[in-house]
């Protein structure tokens, strides 16, 4: 049998002979290397864009949101009723074990003015559980404190956007901010959160005591009532457990008979966030599967052009039998060669892939993320491609007959 070496170094002169020929075969499998890469990529990136705003919505979440009115016949959105209570909150925390941390919320949106500068925004009545439950921390300045809530004092912790439009470069601690017209004094500003999923600025923010709002800001005749409670269970499993039992205590309080529909709408953002997740992870399997195929494409390009050199070489491969070549060694040189093609392709691949994910990102708004794991697999497949398409070859040129083939022209 002829030494491993040595076919080695005759498959290498054989590519070297057919220079264009080899670049053109492995071309399918640069290609298919490169989607594979950049499908994966982007399958991953949209993953962990998916896991970071998860973790800046908070974890565990479950939101409940006030119920639906109607107006001139037409049913307004949930949150549009204001039926639940700053009591809602604290009774959940305390008699549904499975709840960490409850706390109610009133949403609002107005214009903040500084000196000559204005800006439109939201504004969040609440207190500091909600940026306990969001994980979230100061850049600057304090939260609020007892006095605050308990005196309805008038004091703001700003977003980062809402800093960055009012004061430009200007330290806002201490300064004086109009909240529809009443004056407020900044005593903080939240870190930089981004965008979340649905594409809101969450910086684009400002935030208030709750009391605050309700006392002094929202003029309703109804100061104790929130749009929205958000509740933290100490586990994922806990939001879908503690479901039935905050419905029961919410319909307890809201005095609903059995006949009465809910008052309330109960959302799962766990549930949610888990459902996308796992359509991110399917699409992130379609996309490496549909970049496959080119791949088996190339493959077959191999395949092809291998049976038109075995044909091409047919008097080539009667010499090698005629002089001590077993069929074994015939099998072996071509196997070498496409593997040696699939290579070479799949090293050109994983450059090329690798230059595509880092270049996508700069013309699009699409997130992609490489790792490990997603340059060695296609690259593992393209070797395993070219071994599997150039088997058939292969055994068809060691089946040759030496007399035959020796006549060949």
């Given at each position: 049998m002829i030494e491993l070496k040595t076919i080695l170094k005759i498959a290498i002169r054989a590519i070297h002979a057919n220079k264009m020929r080899s670049v053109l075969t492995s071309l399918g499998i640069i290609i298919g290397v490169a989607a594979v890469i950049i499908m994966l990529a982007i399958g991953n990136g949209a993953q962990i864009s998916l896991q970071n705003e998860m973790r800046s919505m908070g974890t565990n979440l479950i939101m409940i949101r006030s119920g639906s009115s109607t107006s001139g016949g037409a049913r307004m959105g949930h949150g549009s009723q204001p039926t639940l209570k700053n009591g809602d909150a604290d009774a959940i925390q305390e008699r549904i074990a499975a709840v960490h941390l409850a706390v109610p919320v009133v949403n609002d949106s107005g214009q903040i003015v500084y000196g000559n500068t204005n800006w439109a925004t939201n504004i969040i009545g609440t207190d500091n559980r909600y940026f306990e439950i969001k994980e979230w921390d100061l850049a600057y300045g304090r939260f609020f404190n007892d006095t605050d809530i308990r005196n309805a004092n008038k004091v703001a912790i700003l977003g980062q956007t809402v800093a960055k439009e009012l004061f430009a470069d200007i330290d806002p601690l201490g300064k004086t901010i109009r909240v529809k017209g009443m004056p407020f004094t900044v005593i903080g500003a939240l870190t930089a959160r981004g965008q979340s999923g649905p594409g809101q600025d969450q910086d684009d923010m400002i935030y208030l005591?709750?009391?605050?709002?309700?006392?002094?800001?929202?003029?309703?005749?109804?100061?104790?009532?929130?749009?929205?409670?958000?509740?933290?269970?100490?586990?994922?499993?806990?939001?879908?457990?503690?479901?039935?039992?905050?419905?029961?205590?919410?319909?307890?309080?809201?005095?609903?008979?059995?006949?009465?529909?809910?008052?309330?709408?109960?959302?799962?953002?766990?549930?949610?966030?888990?459902?996308?997740?796992?359509?991110?992870?399917?699409?992130?399997?379609?996309?490496?599967?549909?970049?496959?195929?080119?791949?088996?494409?190339?493959?077959?390009?191999?395949?092809?052009?291998?049976?038109?050199?075995?044909?091409?070489?047919?008097?080539?491969?009667?010499?090698?039998?005629?002089?001590?070549?077993?069929?074994?060694?015939?099998?072996?040189?071509?196997?070498?060669?496409?593997?040696?093609?699939?290579?070479?392709?799949?090293?050109?691949?994983?450059?090329?892939?690798?230059?595509?994910?880092?270049?996508?990102?700069?013309?699009?708004?699409?997130?992609?993320?490489?790792?490990?794991?997603?340059?060695?697999?296609?690259?593992?497949?393209?070797?395993?491609?070219?071994?599997l398409f150039g088997f058939f070859p292969a055994y068809k040129a060691s089946l040759l007959n030496p007399i035959n083939a020796l006549r060949y022209e």
């Amino acid at each position: 049998m002829i030494e491993l070496k040595t076919i080695l170094k005759i498959a290498i002169r054989a590519i070297h002979a057919n220079k264009m020929r080899s670049v053109l075969t492995s071309l399918g499998i640069i290609i298919g290397v490169a989607a594979v890469i950049i499908m994966l990529a982007i399958g991953n990136g949209a993953q962990i864009s998916l896991q970071n705003e998860m973790r800046s919505m908070g974890t565990n979440l479950i939101m409940i949101r006030s119920g639906s009115s109607t107006s001139g016949g037409a049913r307004m959105g949930h949150g549009s009723q204001p039926t639940l209570k700053n009591g809602d909150a604290d009774a959940i925390q305390e008699r549904i074990a499975a709840v960490h941390l409850a706390v109610p919320v009133v949403n609002d949106s107005g214009q903040i003015v500084y000196g000559n500068t204005n800006w439109a925004t939201n504004i969040i009545g609440t207190d500091n559980r909600y940026f306990e439950i969001k994980e979230w921390d100061l850049a600057y300045g304090r939260f609020f404190n007892d006095t605050d809530i308990r005196n309805a004092n008038k004091v703001a912790i700003l977003g980062q956007t809402v800093a960055k439009e009012l004061f430009a470069d200007i330290d806002p601690l201490g300064k004086t901010i109009r909240v529809k017209g009443m004056p407020f004094t900044v005593i903080g500003a939240l870190t930089a959160r981004g965008q979340s999923g649905p594409g809101q600025d969450q910086d684009d923010m400002i935030y208030l005591p709750l009391s605050t709002v309700q006392k002094k800001l929202s003029g309703t005749k109804f100061p104790d009532m929130v749009n929205m409670l958000m509740l933290q269970t100490y586990s994922a499993e806990d939001t879908y457990t503690s479901q039935e039992e905050i419905s029961s205590l919410l319909r307890q309080r809201h005095n609903l008979g059995l006949n009465k529909d809910d008052d309330f709408t109960i959302m799962n953002l766990t549930q949610f966030m888990e459902m996308r997740q796992s359509s991110t992870q399917i699409m992130t399997i379609l996309l490496g599967s549909i970049a496959s195929i080119s791949l088996l494409v190339g493959g077959i390009g191999i395949m092809n052009i291998m049976l038109v050199s075995v044909t091409e070489r047919t008097r080539e491969i009667g010499i090698r039998m005629a002089i001590g070549a077993k069929r074994w060694d015939i099998r072996l040189q071509f196997l070498m060669e496409a593997l040696i093609l699939s290579l070479i392709g799949g090293l050109i691949g994983v450059a090329v892939g690798i230059a595509g994910v880092y270049i996508l990102p700069a013309f699009t708004s699409i997130p992609a993320s490489l790792s490990v794991f997603y340059i060695l697999l296609p690259f593992s497949f393209s070797g395993i491609v070219g071994l599997l398409f150039g088997f058939f070859p292969a055994y068809k040129a060691s089946l040759l007959n030496p007399i035959n083939a020796l006549r060949y022209e």
